[in-house]
């Protein structure tokens, strides 16, 4: 994919949190620096329903895992849009209530075929694409019951979404992403990853694993938090979740 400049009226301000919260307190460890970004801005919404669009080309987004690809509008405004794999520039795009079972067309979960792969799906109505945006990602419909569409998630979970929700049909463009090596420890750095030190190499003030003697693969007998919690083989799911009504089956457990 050759390099281009990126559509300046598209593009935002990013400042770097590096892993932090709004307080200041960092959360997230091992983040910060990096490669000066402009933040894309993505239209996960695509509220234009009616009107056709053209791929204009596809582009590399440094904030995100998939391609996002610049479309114009009949009307000649451009967007971008998450770009799905085998979309290619020149092809045409619609955003309707019932579309064709294209890649790239957009359209409600009523009206989608049971069995398709779709991205990008809302998980309310007019609130933009929430679920499958990373590279190579998907969700299968699994089938309709009343105001609710049944989705697989990449999980293997299944869980209900109100049938008026859009989706975008195929799966998201860079699928090999996840076999992607970095090479060298610069190029982790350019990305805006931080060195990392083992847990069990740290005292166990620092880490559940600290402590112990010598090269211990766990300090402590029974592993805890800073503020003396368990921290393994411990559920961290928030108990009466709101959204856990909406879940039909709950993902399978890593073997």
């Not at 390099?3 to 959360?27: C, D, M, S, V, Y």
């Not at 083989?233 to 890593?254: E, M, N, Y």
Request: with cysteine.
């Amino acid at each position: 994919m050759p390099k281009q400049r990126p559509e300046k009226k598209l593009l935002g301000p990013l400042k770097k949190r590096a892993g932090r919260n709004r307080a200041g307190r960092i959360t997230v460890r091992h983040r910060g620096g990096g490669a000066k970004r402009k933040y894309r801005l993505i239209d996960f919404g695509q509220r234009r329903l009616g009107q056709g669009a053209k791929v204009l080309r596809l582009e590399y987004d440094p904030n995100r895992t998939c391609q996002i690809a610049l479309i114009e509008y009949k009307g000649g405004q451009k967007a971008y849009i998450l770009a799905p794999d085998k979309l290619k520039p020149g092809d045409s795009i619609e955003v309707a209530e019932k579309a064709a079972l294209k890649p790239g067309n957009r359209m409600r979960l009523k009206n989608i075929a049971i069995g398709a792969m779709v991205y990008n799906v809302e998980m309310q109505p007019n609130k933009g694409g929430k679920i499958a945006r990373s590279a190579g990602n998907s969700v299968e419909v699994m089938g309709h019951e009343g105001k609710h569409a049944l989705l697989k998630m990449p999980s293997s979970e299944i869980r209900k979404v109100p049938v008026d929700c859009f989706a975008s049909i195929g799966r998201l463009s860079n699928v090999e992403h996840r076999f992607e090596k970095l090479g060298k420890a610069g190029r982790a750095r350019r990305k805006g990853v931080r060195p990392t030190v083992r847990g069990s190499a740290m005292n166990p003030v620092d880490h559940p694993h600290g402590g112990g003697e010598g090269r211990a693969p766990i300090g402590l007998k029974h592993p805890k938090t800073k503020w003396g919690r368990p921290a393994r083989g411990v559920k961290t799911r928030k108990k009466r979740k709101q959204s856990d009504k909406l879940i039909v089956k709950r993902r399978r457990a890593k073997k």
